[in-house]
């Protein structure tokens, strides 16, 4: 029972106490009685409003912390119409918080990129305390299949003199030059804060992500101001992940570095001060806000094509745009899945707890950037083991 009720109801049992007192005082001999009855009323208030009290606390936890319909909800939490049921709203902050342990329709979007996070930081640890082999495990199958696929590939490009004189020359090293060139990667002086700038950036969006789904239930405020974040978030992953790429591939010609990562850095500014914008977080403007960040990735295309050309003869070159073509691949994809928010519109309502949209979108999110973190590590490798002198790569 809400409080508004127990107001009620008490304003309407107090005239009919006035009138009991009225009747009992009117008729002088049965005083006795009267005090008896009147102090049998006491009692019977006293025990109705314990029972009363009762009843509210038992009724008042399950029913203001249990989830709700897309019907029951406030305006401001009605954002997809295809997801029924299971919906926290105007929850207090433990109750949001606990409920990271509870099933309802945003306990896997918390959970996977959650899960995310922590596997971001777990990478970001090992890099720090520099324990190769765990660091290197993505980067092994990087450095493992595909380049002696592009060797072969490269091998029939010399056989038919396509090749340029620098990877003649690379690949005229000897095994013990190549020794001796991996050996003296620590002290190539290879950057690595590119690729630190790029890791942070993903544990801020994974985790300010998982931090927007779990307390936006909360209150309209709190909603809109972690919205943004997310979208900050969002956002400071697209153009950390630029920042690695760009700096190694074009390493030896700072002009690039400098053209290319200050426009994605300018585009990165745009879009969160566009989506500072409360009207932007709704769910109309879900196609504008997913357009904006695709077109930021899309961004991506030309230094890449550029790259491309420039390292045509490259043995990393096709293992690097492996890597990022299957980022590309992911993010894409999770985008479509996030505009077209399948299969919930199929099934409204079979989706809401494990399946819908947003849910495969965050795994599409995570899959793409350990892609993205796979490509880093052959650049890294590559650039670590020859430098601007042994390689004209730009
Ligand atoms: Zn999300």
């Known amino acids: 029972m809400s409080p508004m009720e127990g107001g009620a109801l008490a304003k309407k049992r107090k005239p009919t106490t006035t009138m009991d007192h009225q009747t009992s005082s009117s008729s002088a001999s049965v005083d006795n009685n009267y005090f008896n009855v009147s102090h049998n009323h006491v009692t019977d208030n006293k025990k109705n409003k314990k029972k009363k009290k009762k009843k509210k606390r038992n009724k008042a936890k399950p029913k203001r912390y249990s989830l709700m319909s897309y019907w029951e909800l406030p305006e401001y939490m009605k954002d997809n119409e295809f997801i029924l049921n299971y919906y926290r709203a105007n929850w207090p902050l433990p109750q949001a918080l606990f409920s990271v342990f509870r099933w309802h329709n945003e306990t896997l979007n918390v959970w996977t990129h959650l899960i995310g996070f922590v596997l971001f930081l777990g990478l970001t640890m090992v890099n720090l305390l520099r324990v190769p082999q765990v660091a290197d495990l993505l980067g092994f199958f990087a450095r493992s299949t595909p380049i002696s696929a592009v060797t072969n590939v490269s091998r029939n490009f010399i056989s038919q003199g396509i090749m340029t004189t620098n990877l003649i020359e690379l690949k005229q090293m000897t095994s013990q030059e190549m020794e001796i060139a991996a050996a003296g990667h620590e002290m190539s002086g290879v950057a690595y804060w590119p ?15 998982s931090i927007c789904h779990l307390f936006s239930c909360h209150s309209h405020p709190l909603n809109l101001l972690l919205l943004r974040i997310d979208y900050a978030g969002i956002t400071m992953m697209i153009i950390t992940s630029f920042f690695p790429p760009i700096y190694y591939i074009f390493q030896c010609d700072p002009r690039w570095q400098f053209i290319y990562l200050g426009g994605i850095t300018i585009m990165g500014v745009f879009t969160i ?45 096709n293992a690097t745009l492996v890597y990022e073509a299957a980022m590309a691949f992911f993010y894409l994809t999770g985008t479509g899945f996030y505009i ?42 590559w650039r670590n083991t020859f430098g601007c002198d042994n390689n004209n790569a730009t």
């Open 195 to 209: 690729f630190y700038v790029f890791l942070g950036g993903s544990m801020f969006c994974l985790f300010s992500s």
């Open 273 to 317: 001060i566009t989506l500072l914008s409360p009207k932007l977080s709704s769910g109309k403007f879900r196609t504008f806000r997913a357009l904006l960040f695709a077109s930021m990735g899309l961004f991506g295309i030309v230094p890449a094509v550029h790259a491309s050309i420039v390292n045509w003869g490259n043995p990393r070159r």
């Open 340 to 381: 077209t928010r399948i299969p919930e519109r199929w099934r409204p309502g079979w989706f809401d707890i494990a399946g819908h949209s947003h849910q495969i979108f965050h795994v599409l999110v995570v899959l793409g950037a350990l892609a993205h973190y796979a490509a880093i590590l052959v650049m890294l490798d």
